[in-house]
């Protein structure tokens, strides 16, 4: 089965960086995703982890360590429109259906 | 990326009726899968959508309750049947995308509430 930490909520300031934590505990690995979902809409990905290390777009950077079962999602420069939830999904070794983590809700305050 | 349509994008229905969903991709793909959102949580699957063959349900989910057609790689349809209040729930259909990466695109959503 599938075990998929993450904290519940998250505040911040416009303008300042916020690590989202995720940690993991699968029967099999293949990668772990990130998305955003903004209250009342469906899911925007975000990025999609395999290897170990940092991978970065713009604002939003996503680092993995396979084998301590870690993720964060480091977004930076916050604004407004970063107020959402954002989810943490795994896929289990050769598959592609994912199990989301309860979500982060972070609230960026200016 | 992938553009994906659902059609309704809510409903009410009352309780024993039963809704079909409809999921729509403007390229054709290979998996498509079928989530449920209830109120207030993270998502949960419910099967993936097998284009020729039988959908494959995860634990708890069946195909009496939620039967799914696959009749193409660019369509599938999702039945919630005999509906109950507990059914009331955001359904989302997701995508795989392979490019030099992978990823994965969800649908709108169809938000359902069940009276």
């Known amino acids: 089965g599938q075990n998929i930490d993450q904290p519940t909520e998250m505040t911040a300031t416009e303008g300042a960086i916020v690590q989202i934590n995720c940690t993991y505990q699968?029967?099999?690995?293949?990668?772990l995703f990130w998305y955003q979902q903004h209250a009342g809409e469906a899911p925007t990905f975000l990025s999609y982890?395999?290897?170990?290390g940092l991978e970065e777009k713009g604002r939003f950077s996503s680092f993995l360590s396979r084998s301590k079962g870690y993720s964060y999602l480091l977004l930076k420069e916050l604004q407004m429109k970063d107020s959402a939830s954002y989810l943490c999904a795994v896929t289990p070794a050769n598959d592609y259906k994912l199990s989301f983590g309860a979500g982060t809700t972070v609230t960026v305050r200016a | 990326s992938a553009v994906i349509s659902q059609k309704p994008s809510r409903d009410i229905c009352q309780r024993g009726t039963s809704l079909t969903i409809q999921c729509q991709v403007d390229?054709?793909?290979?998996?498509m899968f079928w989530y449920r959102q209830q109120p207030g949580q993270s998502l949960t699957l419910i099967a993936t959508a097998n284009q020729g063959s039988e959908a494959t349900y995860e634990s708890g989910f069946v195909i009496d309750k939620f039967p799914i057609s696959r009749p193409n790689l660019t369509f599938s349809t999702l039945t919630v049947s005999n509906m109950s209040p507990e059914d009331s729930s955001i359904y989302l259909c997701s995508v795989e995308v392979r490019t030099d990466s992978y990823e994965q695109y969800f649908g709108p959503g169809t938000r359902l509430t069940v009276t």
């Open positions: 390229s054709q793909v290979t998996m």
């Open positions: 982890n395999v290897l170990d």
């Open positions: 699968t029967s099999g690995f293949n990668g």
